[in-house]
């Protein structure tokens, strides 16, 4: 799942019997498999919807506008990935790093916004220990955090490979790769605002 | 690291510990995996064995109820998740790159790294045995202690204090990262390594099994995982994930539990059913009765092993509705399991049978997979299941489906295989003995239980009062278990002295149709001199429309390359256990040592110039 160096193209070139590429079947047998572990949290979100015996209450605390400038920032992300991986493919590598750089960049003003929004939760008195909805919240949009948190750190290594010229073209692959983590958990956002804050 | 190139000459593979550390060789992972399961095998028959003991006669005294509790929880945690599933893995690893037609693994490396995980988890889980005194425990041992299904809400905080638990909850996260690197490395494996001509369904059926099986790992380990990563908050962060007083309902621990727990049983079983589906044609001379029924109904398994979840609940009282689906769909998935028994069977009929040790433990698979499979179907009832729910009556049943069946079944593997893996066969009279020492003792400890449960013994209680009248079924039980016990002691050493003394193999002691019979015992570094081209489902045999394949060259016309060792692997899989001690003892630096290895192990390992 990782890539090799950028002189060793033979990985791509390698002959499959289904004619995709080993690395990037792989990564669609992960994002199947992350399906069940997102799968299995949500449930457990739907389950305990309004089982709670104390507050606060989602209707109280959640900040729709606010959590909807995020969700709108991390589908811009994804669109700069696109972009990142059209330059790249095309060996443009100045636009290349820009956009790969970009999205990065708005991976973590998601993150600083959830950062911003759990803190406002604990002042408002909604901790993982006060009730079940905050106990099913954290759990379920901070794993989501953490798959958003490994995605910054990969593209940032691929920026920097880029930076230093060792990403090019023949490393289409391993960018097209990170593009596919990087959508899944941009669709796994959609799923989770909208079960989350928009169905109440 | 290193490129080793073999030139026309086939090079010695390396040796010494450093070139077992760093292998990327799914051979010698294969047999890693191998010796690995084996020992926690051991130890697991030895949790058994004193189980056993105690139980031999009415008011045991020779462990206490809380040693007990601990060794039922162990024994079974250990055979499922270090002993049935890895032997599995081995011959994954040894056979199917062969079977297909392939140098190595899709993942080298990511091989490697399920292999420490599993190896660094197994350890971890049983250091619980010995840890008691560096958490200030009055016993040596703080070994998990809530059966192997852990019942929420026995394992919350306030029922569990100890550690014990949190080994449990811990080292099962460890090892479901391992069968999941595993599963996605298997199935890339099988879907792009084939060799030309080896088209789907001309798979070997073990392959086939496998594959289904890794879909099944892939899909049903994310479901345990979060329910442990849910248990893991309720105990050291305070949520109440499985705590009713907060409107929460521990039966979500028995729903995601037990949703992979159904699809486990299958995962269980599908490679041993995959090993029968080899041998019996083998020394029937015949091929596999009804191939692609075999493999559709392998499949079908895969898909109705999640549908059947909550019959391992129906003592719960989810409800009449609930219970009649999942009695149905339980007694329907009887019917591929039939389906595939008939098939061996017919395969057997009329053929030429040689009754080598490989062929009896693969008939006596089929016979006791048989019998659990009918007690199997007796708990799909629910009022039926009532009667039997939580007795001994459940413990015959798993023994003869794991034992009888998984065990059997690998067992078959092993006297299959072993010469291909060793180059050395083993001897026949003595695995004659073996199989039928362990037969009659696996009998004698199963079948008495059938009658002791329905006769009212409970299973997790240390000891049982005179007066239920089952001592002597108890002491023909533990009679069989010290049999079994002799059969294990006997196939070690047929290994033993067949590796010293034991004549050496040829390419195919059996005649196998496979491609892994066309190579030497043990293969070569590089398995295939010449990648082969398949043009039918058994390749070296003669059927109606194909001759048998020739055999690839004895030595390679051009030079083959062969990647390297890496140590990175290991590295990245020693980041697991250090991050897992930050919560065990309270210290929130060693998460960050941990991960810290993890990601350094990751990046030199993405970064190391390493050509498959």
Known sequence: MTHAAPAAPAVVAHHTSMGLDSRKMAFWAFIGSECLLFGSLISTYLIYKGKSVVGPYPHEILNIPFTSVSTFDLLMSSLMMVLALAAVQRGDM???????????????????????????????????????????????????????????????????????????????????????????VDVVWIVIFTVVYLIQ | ?????????????????????????????????????????????????????????????????????????????????????????????????????????????????????????????????????????????????????????????????????????????????????????????????????????????????????????????????????????????????????????????????????????????????????????????????????????????????????????????????????????????????????????????????????????????????????????????PPTDLQQTDTYYVVAHIHYVLFGGTIMGLFAGMYYWWPKMSGRLLSEPLGKWHFWLQFVGMNLAFFPMHFIGLLGMPRRIYTYAPELGVGDLNLVSTVGAFLIAVSILVFLFNIWRTGRHGPRASNDPWGGATLEWSIPSPPPVYNFSVIPTVTSRLPRWRTERHGPMADPPAVPPAPIHVPGGSWWPMVAALGLPVMALAPLTHTLWVVFVGAALLLFGIYRWAFEPFEI
């Open chain 2, 1 to 381: 690291m290193s490129h080793a190139t073999a030139s026309a000459a086939p090079a010695a593979p390396a040796a010494g510990v450093r070139s077992w550390l760093t292998t990327t060789d799914h051979k010698r992972i294969g047999l890693l995996y191998f010796w690995t399961a084996f020992g926690f095998f051991l130890i697991g028959g030895i949790e058994a064995l004193v189980i056993r003991t105690q139980l031999a006669q009415p008011n045991g005294h020779l462990v206490g109820a809380h040693t007990y509790n601990e060794l039922f929880t162990m024994h079974g945690t250990t055979m499922i998740f270090l002993a049935l599933m890895p032997l599995g893995a081995s011959f994954f690893n040894y056979i199917i790159p062969l079977q297909i037609g392939a140098r190595d693994v899709a993942f080298p490396r990511l091989n490697a790294f399920s292999y420490w995980v599993f190896l660094l988890g197994g350890l971890f889980l049983n250091a619980s045995w010995i840890a008691g005194p560096l958490f200030h425990a009055p016993h040596l041992s703080v070994a998990p202690d809530d059966g192997w299904f852990g019942y929420a809400n026995l394992t919350e905080r306030q029922f569990s204090p100890g550690p014990n638990i949190d080994f449990w909850l811990l080292g099962l996260q460890i090892l479901g990262i391992s069968s999941l690197a595993a599963g996605f490395n298997f199935i890339v494996t099988i879907l792009n390594l084939r060799a030309p001509g080896m088209k789907m369904m001309r798979l070997p059926t073990f392959t086939w099994m496998t594959l289904v099986t890794q879909f099944l790992i892939i899909t049903a380990f994310p479901v345990i995982t979060v329910a442990l990563v849910f248990l893991m908050f309720d105990r050291f962060f305070g949520t109440h994930f499985y705590v009713h007083e907060a409107g929460a309902t521990p039966l979500l621990w028995q729903h995601l539990f037990w949703l992979f727990g159904h699809p486990e049983v299958y995962i269980l079983i599908l490679p041993a059913m995959g090993i029968v589906s080899e041998v019996l044609p083998t020394f029937s001379r015949k091929p596999l009765f009804g191939y692609p029924v075999v493999v559709y109904s392998g499949i079908l398994i895969g898909f109705m092993g999640w549908s059947v979840w909550s019959h391992h609940m129906f003592a719960v009282g989810l409800g009449p509705i609930a219970d009649s689906v999942f009695a149905a769909t339980t007694m329907l998935i009887a019917v591929p399991t039939g389906v595939k028994i008939f098939n061996w069977i017919a395969t057997l009929w009329g053929g030429d049978i040689r009754g080598t040790t490989a062929l009896h433990f693969a008939v006596g698979f089929i016979a006791m997979f048989i019998i659990g499979g009918l007690s199997g179907v007796t708990h799909a009832s």
């Open chain 1, 94 to 184: 100045k636009w290349g790093k820009i956009w790969l750089f970009s999205t990065a960049l708005l991976g973590m003003v998601f993150i600083g916004g959830q950062v911003i929004e759990f803190t406002e939760f604990v002042h408002k008195g909604l901790t993982l220990q006060t009730n079940l909805f905050g106990c099913t919240f954290f759990v379920l949009t901070g794993t989501h955090g953490a798959h958003v948190t490994v995605g910054v750190l990969w593209l940032l290594t691929l920026w920097v490979r880029a930076l230093q010229g060792k990403l090019g073209p023949a490393n289409a692959m391993t960018v097209e790769i990170t593009g596919l983590y990087w959508h899944f």
